[in-house]
Structure formats: C-alpha cells, structure tokens
C-alpha cells in the first residue's frame, strides 16, 4: 500500500520554488522563519511554529539571536529547528568576516559596520576582537583576543602586539561590545585603549580606531571623538622629550 501524501508538501515546494525564483524579496518574515524550519521538520506543518516564534521574538533578526534554551521552549521548535538556526545564523557571521578579509578597511565601512553588528550584537559577555590591516588598511584578519564576563574582557596588551606582529600587520582597529548597550566608555576603557596605542607606536604599528558596540546599532569612536590623537601626541611628546 503506497504512503500518503505529505498534505504540506505542495506548501513547501511552492516555497521553496518561490524562493529559488525570487530570492528573499518575496518572501514574508513569516515564511522565511518557516521555511527554515521545513529543514529540520520533514513533515510536520511548520508555519504555526514560525508565527509563534515571530510573535515571542519580533523578529528574523531576533530569532537568530535568541539563546538556545528560549528556543527550545517555542511549541513545535525541536532540536533540529534549533540547529538549522542557529548554523545559519553563525555560518552568515562567517561568510561576512571572510568578505571583509583583502578590502579596504575605510572604503569599505559599510560591510564592515555589517560584520560588526551581525557579529557583537546581544552578545551576553564583553568581547575584544582586533581588525589587523596591512600598510594600505586592507583587512588581514580578525581574531577575538578575549572574551569577558558581564563585566569586562581582560585585554593584555602584549598578547596583541605579538598577534600583530605574526600578521605582519601595519595597522589595528580595535572593536568590543558594551553588554548593557550603552556605548559610553568606562574608565578601564579609556585605560586600556591608551596603553594599547603607546604599545602599538613602540613597534611602528598605527592603531586606527577603537569602536565600542551598543545596542540598535549605536557605536562610539575613539577616533571621531579625538582620544587617539590625544594619546599619540602623548607618545610623540614623550619620546621627542627624550631626544
């Protein structure tokens, strides 16, 4: 006796097909959460399951962004709903830090700006990532130096200087998120960014940039806001005093 047809079948397919037609243009948010979930459900209906996320969460955004264990307490989201989620959320963050690598760091703002909220936003712990950029800020890499508690990543300046060294890298933007969202920086912060700068002009390394990354996007430069210079006309001062 034949097994009976999967009543969703046509459903998905005709999503699928939409999909490859249309790409995401056409697609609600609704669809896109269900058709994801399809992936790891072969047969069971998946879009009362994507309305609910929808619903819980706001939004796609929202949705890759929640933690595992809020996932998991939606009706109808099961473990491999949560996989499929989650890898295409981490696989995009990816393919966004690859895209990066070989450009220019100033020309190409906008797609790093991308990489940095996709990558630091609703991070629950302070992590410090470097961007190391060759003599023409081209982008060489991006490393995570530390990952922190609630309250602080521990930066240790020499173990940035030598990863700079091994890139062979003639500039640095340094980049950390402020869990709490707001982007004002604390004392430690500007502490740190200070030695840090002098440590880099010790070995002829220019620090272009530090960011810090709130919340909605918001984000404060040391640089726009003229703290760098500051510290490097220390530095110049110092050792020009010293002849």
């Not at 929202?62 to 989620?85: K, P, Q, T, Y």
């Not at 810090?212 to 500051?230: E, K, N, P, T, W």
Request: charged fraction near 25%; hydrophobic fraction near 35%; aromatic fraction near 10%.
């Amino acid at each position: 006796m034949s097994e009976p047809l999967n009543p969703q079948a046509g459903h998905r397919q005709r999503l699928r097909e939409k999909f490859l037609r249309d790409g995401l243009a056409k697609l609600t948010d609704e669809e896109v959460i269900e058709l994801l979930l399809t992936f790891g459900t072969p047969r069971r209906d998946c879009k009362q399951a994507a309305r609910t996320l929808l619903k819980v969460f706001g939004s796609i955004r929202s949705v890759f962004e929640a933690e595992v264990s809020e996932l998991s307490r939606i009706e109808g989201v099961g473990r491999n709903n949560i996989v499929a989620i989650k890898f295409i959320y981490q696989a995009a963050g990816r393919f966004l830090e690859q895209r990066l690598i070989g450009r220019d760091y100033l020309s190409s703002s906008k797609k790093v700006f991308e990489y940095l909220t996709h990558h630091f936003s609703n991070l629950k712990k302070e992590v410090f990532q470097v961007i190391y950029l060759d003599s023409a800020n081209g982008v060489l890499a991006l490393e995570d130096i530390s990952r922190g508690t609630v309250r602080g990543a521990h930066v240790h300046p020499r173990e940035v200087i030598e990863r700079a060294l091994n890139h062979q890298a003639a500039g640095m933007v340094f980049v950390h998120n402020h869990p709490s969202g707001k982007t004002q920086p604390s004392p430690d912060d500007f502490r740190m960014t200070r030695h840090l700068v002098h440590a880099a002009r010790l070995v002829e390394v220019n620090v272009l940039d530090h960011l810090i990354v709130g919340r909605l996007d918001r984000y404060y430069s040391f640089r726009d806001q003229g703290h760098l210079a500051r510290y490097e006309q220390e530095f110049n001062n110092y050792y020009n005093a010293r002849g």
